[in-house]
């Protein structure tokens, strides 16, 4: 497979603060990637730099090309969303789809209307008119109409309803994702999109907490829920994480096979979800 | 790189890849700028309006004595030329004033505002330069808008005397001659230069405007004028002399110097003076200051497009 993201000691220093410590990952083809950590812990920082929005150190390569001297190349290729809002008030539907249309030799303006046709938005209002939910729809229909390789979407519907939210994912999956695109995603709402995901990254303080794919994950994690008798035993194995849920505990194990834990209570995969939550208390206790 | 584009692609793209060089992406940036400031071109336009309707208005409700107007015929080409000079520049004044109000707002609004909105992460999620965006920003301000106003300006002379000649041959005089289609256009062709003239004189101010504009995080007015205001003060306190304070006096009010119409602005002409006839166009053209000022403004437009590259204030 080919890289799309390939970072090799990334950092970014905002003053004394380091936003990435001298992080590594890659992204591959065909994938959607889930960036996902706490405020504050360099998401934004990563994105920006692989969007060339940003200078900073370390090697980093997209799409073969450098962010920071051949971001022109690389826009082409790449699309991105930042949260909902970065439309301007004052342009109109119809001049946003003439203005991309006249910028982005990937643009297939058809597309986007098309898609705006099933919506309620109409060609002449102004974003400003629009409900938040109706601008995501406005943003994601451009994005579809463009075929680019690779698209970076930051918080994409943070402030939408449930509603919204649903139909962005479901658009994005069956309108626009396939082998040769690639999607890397941040979000806080990680339950309502883990099945979206084929790799997560755990990002927290500047350093990458965990880097897998859910197959990866499904096979070196376990959940096991145990009663409050069984407890003990179970915890001779050494989970990493646990928590109650109605009077029976959670526990996480890291490298344990279902086999050797289920004679102690239930097993399952964990969810991502509940996996960062568990990595991320994890990292804050010694 | 282009040899193997035109080999592949077939004869249906390569108008496509041409379609998105740099001319016709310029072309859509300066679209877009109109778009979204739309001050730049109604501000001009209904100054035109009021002014046709007032001119209008008088023609309709005062009845000047015909037997006292003024007959062209009494002249000669040259002070003719005069003529047309001097009621063409009145007449276009209040539209260049108000368009250059508004260039101003602009220059100070155009790299701040879509930071402040956040939509610079929209435009830059396309394939478009910074550099392209800033040189798009300016030649608005430069090019598009005061030549627009200039045409504006020219059609608004030819309403007033067209609307004075039809006063006039209903009038019952129409005899009089109103009307000297070379003074005319001489008179436009040296407004044109003016306008020309102006902009690169004023250039290396609309970088900086264009500068500050990329570079503040708040208080931008505060931002704009606190240097020009500053550096002199510090100037004088520290060493008692005053050359910055020249300085910029000197680019503010220099251009009426070097192109010969400094009694114009002192007050001093009236309609067949000779500075009407004759400014110095080929002399300002050639001042080694203007074109200095060109170069100061494209380092300017430079750093402009770099800080908007890496400013990264959008969390």
């Known amino acids: ?286 | 790189m282009n040899a193997t584009l035109e080999t592949e692609s077939s004869p249906v793209h390569a108008p496509a890849s041409h379609r998105f060089g740099p001319a016709n992406t310029l072309l859509m940036l300066g679209r877009r700028e109109l778009w979204e400031h739309r001050g730049l071109w109604i501000a001009p336009l209904v100054v035109a309006g009021v002014m046709i309707a007032m001119c209008i208005v008088a023609i309709l409700y005062t009845h000047p004595d015909l037997r006292g107007a003024v007959d062209l015929n009494w002249f000669t080409a040259d002070q003719r030329a005069a003529a047309f000079t001097a009621a063409g520049w009145t007449l276009s004044s209040p539209l260049f004033l108000v368009a250059y109000i508004v260039i101003f707002f602009y220059l100070c609004d155009c790299l701040y505002a879509e930071r402040k909105d956040r939509s610079i992460l929209f435009w830059k999620s396309l394939p478009v330069s910074d550099e392209l965006t800033v040189a798009a920003k300016f030649l608005i301000a430069a090019v598009a808008v005061p030549l627009g106003v200039y045409v504006l300006a020219a059609v608004t002379s030819l309403a007033f005397v067209s609307f004075w000649n039809l006063f006039v041959t209903l009038g019952g005089a129409p005899q009089l001659r109103v009307w000297d289609g070379a003074a005319w256009l001489l008179a436009e062709w040296q407004q044109l230069l003016l306008v020309i003239l102006t902009s690169l004189w004023y250039a290396p101010i609309y970088a900086y405007l264009m500068l500050i504009s990329a570079w503040v995080r708040r208080s931008l007015y505060l931002w704009v004028t606190l240097p020009p205001a500053l550096a002199p003060l510090i100037e004088w306190l520290t060493f008692r002399t005053h050359y910055v304070w020249d300085f910029l006096l000197y680019r503010c009010f220099g251009i009426w110097h070097i192109a010969g119409l400094e009694q114009l602005v002192n007050g001093h002409a009236h309609g067949a003076h000779p500075v009407f006839r004759n400014p110095h166009f080929a002399a300002a053209f050639s001042n080694v200051d203007l074109w200095l000022g060109v170069l100061a403004a494209l380092a300017l437009l430079y750093a402009a497009a770099r800080i908007r590259r890496y400013r990264d204030d959008t969390t």
Not at chain 1, 119 to 140: E, N
Not at chain 1, 173 to 184: A, G, M, V
Request: glycine content about 8%; aromatic content about 8%; some cysteine.
């Open chain 1, 1 to 286: 497979m080919t890289a799309v993201v390939e970072a090799r000691g990334l950092a970014k220093s905002y003053g004394p603060t380091r936003a990435l410590d001298g992080v590594s990952f890659t992204v591959e083809q065909g994938r959607i990637v889930g960036l996902i950590g706490p405020n504050g812990a360099g998401k934004t920082s990563a994105l920006k730099a692989i969007l060339g929005l940003t200078p900073f150190e370390g090697a980093l390569t997209v799409l073969g090309l450098d962010p920071r001297s051949q971001r022109d190349a690389l826009m082409q290729e790449v699309c991105f969303m930042a949260d909902v809002a970065v439309l301007p008030r004052w342009l109109r539907v119809a001049q946003a789809l003439e203005f991309v249309a006249g910028v982005h030799p990937r643009f297939d303006r058809t597309v986007a209307a098309g898609f705006l046709a099933r919506t309620d938005i109409r060609m002449d209002s102004r974003v400003g008119q629009l409900s938040k939910g109706m601008v995501t729809q406005l943003h994601l229909a451009l994005i579809l109409a463009i075929d680019a390789r690779f698209l970076v979407l930051d918080e994409p519907t943070l402030g939408l309803d449930l509603l919204y939210r649903r139909q962005f994912y479901d658009t994005l999956l069956n309108d626009y994702f396939n082998k040769e695109r690639t999607i890397l995603l941040t979000t806080h709402q990680v339950e309502e999109v883990e099945q979206l995901f084929t790799d997560v990254i755990f990002i927290n303080r500047g350093h990458i907490a965990l880097s897998a794919s859910v197959e990866e994950l499904g096979e070196r994690y376990v959940q096991l829920t145990v009663s409050a008798d069984a407890a003990p035993r179970a915890r001779e194995l050494k989970p990493f994480y646990e928590r109650e849920v109605f009077g029976r505990t959670a526990m996480f194990f890291e490298g344990r096979t279902p086999g050797e834990l289920a004679p102690l209570g239930d097993t399952r995969t964990p969810s991502i979800a509940d996996l960062f939550v568990a990595r991320m208390q994890g990292v804050s206790q010694p």
